[in-house]
T-cell receptor
């Protein structure tokens, strides 16, 4: 039982390059999330998917797109990377029904992204 | 209204001491208040959570105190150990929020031997 896995662990991009961050969970969870973590800013929600086939914007969606490929996988795409997107990105998943927060969110180990 | 304000930003405690981290919120619709613990290089993990129908919840050395009227909640770590050194995040959410947590900005705790 691997939980939530993320690839890659580290990535360096040049301004304007694109890339996709991959996330997968093996807990049969309905909901999945993408966060970014910046020093002194806590965790900020980029996009979420309450169930397979649905995605919605979070607090900081600009410059990102997502795809809920199936129940297991939720990818985050940067179409044209900018230095402001230098951050640590975390994927998380949560079991239970689509509404209501009461079940634990399980986080992946993160992807450390640097945009030069 | 959606913010969760966390303090202090950093905290240094001697081994065996009590660590206290405070959070405040404005949205009275919030009804779920978890605390997450994050070690360097790792993702956050749920430590303990409380619903507003109780004023306190204890799990081992970790206690959440909740004050509904003041719209504040806090994490107390009793007999703090060097292994507790980590960043702690409070969060809040409500039932209609699709499970979305609003996180505080975090507190970096260092427990000195």
């Amino acid at each position: 039982n691997a939980g939530v896995t993320q690839t890659p662990k580290f990535q360096v991009l040049k301004t304007g390059q694109s890339m996709t961050l991959q996330c997968a969970q093996d807990m049969n969870h309905n909901s999945m999330y993408w966060y970014r973590q910046d020093p002194g800013m806590g965790l900020r929600l980029i996009y979420y998917s309450a169930s397979e086939g649905t995605t919605d914007k979070g607090e900081v969606p600009n410059g990102y797109n997502v795809s809920r490929l199936n129940k297991r996988e939720f990818s985050l795409r940067l179409e044209s990377a900018a230095p402001s997107q230098t951050s640590v990105y975390f994927c998380a998943s949560r079991g239970g029904s689509g509404t209501g927060p009461y079940n634990e969110q399980f986080f992946g180990p993160g992807t450390r992204l640097t945009v030069l | 209204q959606q913010q969760v304000k966390q303090s202090p930003q950093s905290l240094i405690v001697q081994k065996g001491g009590i660590s206290i981290i405070n959070c405040a919120y404005e949205n009275t619709a919030f009804d779920y208040f978890p605390w997450y613990q994050q070690f360097p290089g790792k993702g956050p993990a749920l430590l303990i959570a409380i619903r507003p129908d109780v004023s306190e919840k204890k799990e081992g050395r970790f206690t959440i105190s909740f004050n509904k009227s003041a719209k504040q909640f806090s994490l107390h770590i009793m007999d703090s150990q060097p292994g507790d050194s980590a960043t702690y995040f409070c969060a809040a959410a409500y039932g209609g929020s699709q499970g979305n947590l609003i996180f505080g900005k975090g507190t970096k705790l260092s427990v000195k031997p």
